[in-house]
């Protein structure tokens, strides 16, 4: 699942540790799929139907600290998509990606702040990495700020006091961090987003984050010719900041402008080939098979933790306890008398981490394995290509499986199949999207449940395909209970435009997303492959099977009654 972006929302969790991700080894191949489960697993050869077993022996593989986070454009992910591949040609699918192979590549890029840049205000220079550090982006070329006026633009988070889009337009805006937050008011333009850049002020120096995240690279889309430019983020100390301004902001209004900038940003910039992976099961009617249901995951995750290891087990407590804490699966803010029952549970749960520390010692841990995100729905997806081509089942029209690349990186993967598609785009009937299926327990959210399940995006665009989600739903030897909760128009996790679906539902093409969703593990080195659901997975999975094989069986494509989105235009939930 894509992240919504917000600037400064890295906080820092002081809960550092000194090396590197360490696991110690508990493998058996008689290992019970449910209750407590162990941090390394090799599991039996997998066999056709889809089950928790099959489930586990792929996930302890594919969220292997192996392959570092799986981030697409490095060599980890490379691993990855070499896993899947290896596993559909054993299946004996068909490959439908360049020249014959299983994998489309995508042109990335490596993009790096370059430590030489300097700056100047005043004659005198200000030094990258001592009073000021660029963050990576995404687009063509960052937007000049050379002899660019700074201003003052008040407080990250502070919507009281707002800078004017006119008094940022074109300018370098100084922002006070606050306590982070995004630009602007939900919903409203951002009044920042013509700046020629924003720096925030960080502290009296930078932190060692904020040091990590400046030599970070981002990895993303080789840009188009003429593609427009992009703003960059600064963080900047205290010192340098009162120079940019020409005095302390603390004494400023809001919109104050101070001095001019000199010099230019630069980055250097490498290639960093990422890849989807594509395959056919033919259908077997001659009349249908040029027409295809598909199937996606997202191959990619996040990498590694830019700002270093963290204890695994007290974060993983913590974790769970924060997202009780303040949330609930509507996305509200709990009551105080509920979040004041919650950390109550806390108090228990620091009682567990005293009996985990007699098991073992504090594992510091720096790898994003991402076993939910999205390695549960694409080993999810290799179950049900395993069920199509070893079991009895044999769809009429084709299915078309796609684990998808740089889905963390903006969709950007899915995006790139649905704008050069191997396929006709015309003939994909609908497109199943299974991204974080690996929890939604009771222990995970508040609503959880071994029946939950999130539904996205099924009736935006064929009341008929939703409906018949439901249909199949109800066929299931346990059926789920359907949250649509997070498919209302507008609600602000925008979850329909935060997974790869959308790249296709924008072209007309009807989609359904399901998910057991967001968790206190989302995004962190604790979505590991031992919290995961196995049961609750396998029986999604078969969910898919089944609703893939009734769309590929139907005498016509489900209608779209719909209106179709605008496919170069902004996705809005
Ligand atoms: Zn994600």
């Not at 009162?242 to 910039?269: C, E, F, H, K, W």
């Not at 077997?284 to 997202?298: E, K, S």
């Not at 991204?435 to 222990?443: C, E, P, S």
Request: aromatic share 6%; proline share 6%; glycine share 10%.
């Amino acid at each position: 699942m894509l992240r919504i972006r917000t600037l400064a929302s890295v906080s820092a969790l002081a809960l550092a540790g000194a090396c590197s991700s360490t696991q110690t080894s508990a493998t058996s191949a008689a290992t019970p799929v449910s209750g407590p489960l162990p941090l390394k697993y090799a599991g039996p050869v997998t066999s056709a139907p889809i089950s928790a077993q099959d489930l586990m022996t792929r996930l302890y593989v594919y969220a292997d600290d192996s392959l570092q986070g799986r981030e697409a454009g490095t060599v980890g992910h490379m691993k990855a998509t070499a896993y899947i591949a290896d596993q559909v040609r054993r299946l004996g699918l068909a490959p439908a990606g360049d020249n014959g192979t299983y994998f489309q590549n995508v042109p990335f890029i490596s993009r790096r702040f370059d430590p030489a840049t300097t700056l100047s205000v005043d004659g005198s220079a200000l030094t990258a990495f001592t009073d000021f550090v660029a963050f990576p982006f995404r687009g063509a070329s960052p937007r000049s700020i050379d002899g660019v006026q700074v201003v003052y633009g008040g407080t990250l988070g502070d919507t009281t006091r707002e800078i004017s889009a006119d008094q940022a337009t074109g300018k370098l805006v100084v922002m006070s961090a606050g306590r982070g937050g995004r630009f602007g008011r939900r919903g409203a333009p951002n009044p920042l987003a013509g700046a020629a850049a924003v720096a925030v002020i960080a502290g009296p120096q930078l932190s060692a984050q904020e040091l990590a995240s400046g030599r970070s690279a981002s990895l993303t889309l080789k840009p188009e010719p003429g593609a427009p430019t992009a703003q960059v983020t600064l963080y900047v100390t205290e010192s340098a900041a009162a120079r940019l301004l020409g005095g302390s902001p603390d004494q400023m209004t809001v919109g104050a402008t101070g001095r001019t900038v000199q010099g230019n940003l630069r980055y250097i910039t490498t290639d960093a080939p990422t890849r989807n992976v594509v395959a056919i099961l033919p259908g077997t009617d001659p009349a249908l098979r040029g027409q295809y249901v598909a199937i996606g995951a997202h191959s990619d995750h996040i990498g590694l933790r830019a700002a270093g290891p963290v204890d695994h087990d007290s974060l993983h407590l913590y974790n769970q306890q924060r997202y009780f804490i303040t949330d609930n699966p509507s996305g509200e803010r709990l009551t105080p008398e509920q979040q004041a029952q919650q950390r109550e549970r806390l108090g228990a749960i620091r009682v567990n981490l005293d009996s985990v520390r007699a098991l073992r010692a504090s594992r510091p841990d720096s790898i994003n394995n991402g076993a939910d995100d999205d390695g549960s729905g694409t080993v999810t997806v290799l179950e049900v290509a395993e069920a199509f081509a070893k079991g009895t089942v044999k769809p009429k029209r084709s299915i078309l499986f796609v684990w998808h690349t740089g889905e963390e990186k903006g969709l950007l993967g899915s995006r790139y199949f649905t704008d050069n598609p191997t396929v006709s785009r015309d003939s994909i009937v609908a497109q199943i999207n299974i991204d974080m299926v690996g929890r939604g327990a009771a222990k995970d959210l508040a609503a959880g449940s071994e029946r939950y399940l999130q539904l996205v995006g099924s009736r935006r665009l064929s009341t008929e395909l939703g409906d018949l989600v439901e249909t199949v739903n109800r066929t299931e030897p346990m059926p789920f209970t359907f949250d649509y909760t997070y498919d209302a128009n507008g609600h602000p996790e925008n979850i329909y435009c935060r997974s790869d679906h959308y790249e296709y539902a924008r072209w007309g093409i009807p989609v359904v997303f399901l998910t057991t969703g967001l968790h206190g593990d989302y995004h962190q080195v604790t979505d590991e492959p031992q919290y995961i659901d196995y049961p609750h997975m396998a029986r999604i999975g078969k969910l898919v099977f089944d609703l893939a094989d009734r769309v590929a069986d139907m005498d016509h494509r489900p209608v779209v009654d719909k209106p179709k989105p605008d496919p170069k235009g902004a996705c809005r939930q």
